[in-house]
């Protein structure tokens, strides 16, 4: 028991002393989004825990959408829906016209569960229009998508675990049309070289940090032709998918 009493110890005083290096680094940097309990703010930059934060708005509706008001980002609550089973949602939210900071998203009004259009907000706005200014000198238009909820599992087997679109906490994205026409696609430029595959690759390891899941190409042939980015909640454990 001793031995397991100074192990806890020891265990609590590394605890404690991270904590406060990571305080003092954060204080040190100016950056309150490296810590893990300041509140979520979508004007600041990505941190460290910023994807964590906006997984976690998951339980947390009305924190969400204040959230999105305070970003100027435009929307409406859809009414609660279930299909039946495991699909169905109480958290959605479809992008609208107008607003402050506009998402351009093609089709337009993308209806997705809260904390997706969170980190889709985020993500156009810190990872991909920076990325689009460094490879191409231009923003992104519009992001080309194929949707997000679907009342189905995963790979749409008929057995097994229920994939994320089943309660609209994911979004498939297909590619990008820059602002002078230029479309840039997963499908098409993936394995290419250049440009537009940087480009890619740069919004695909922005989304790592921002969404609990990103799969691209790389992790499979069934996503060959789009991004996967889901908010999936793994509670507090801090899991994260990346490929």
Known sequence: MRALRRAIGWSAACLAILAGLLLLWAW?????QDLPWTPLDLSQ????????????LGRDFPRCRAL???AGVRYNVLPPRTDGGRCGYADGVRFAAGGSRRIGLRPAELGVACPVAAALAKWE?????PAAQRRFGRRVATIDHF?????????GRDAGSWSEHATADAVDIAG???SDGTRVTVVGDWSGGG????FLRDVRDGACTLFATTLSPDY???HRDHLHLDQADRGRTGWRACR
């Open 45 to 56: 930059p990505v941190g460290l825990f910023t994807g964590a934060k906006l997984a976690a």
């Open 176 to 178: 990008f049309r820059l």
């Open 195 to 198: 440009a537009k595959a940087a």
């Open 68 to 70: 999105l008001d305070a």
């Open 125 to 129: 706005w810190d990872v991909v229009q």
């Open 28 to 32: 040190v940097r100016g950056r309150p």
């Open 220 to 222: 499979n042939a069934a």
């Open 147 to 155: 949707g997000s909820y679907s009342c189905r599992r995963l790979y």
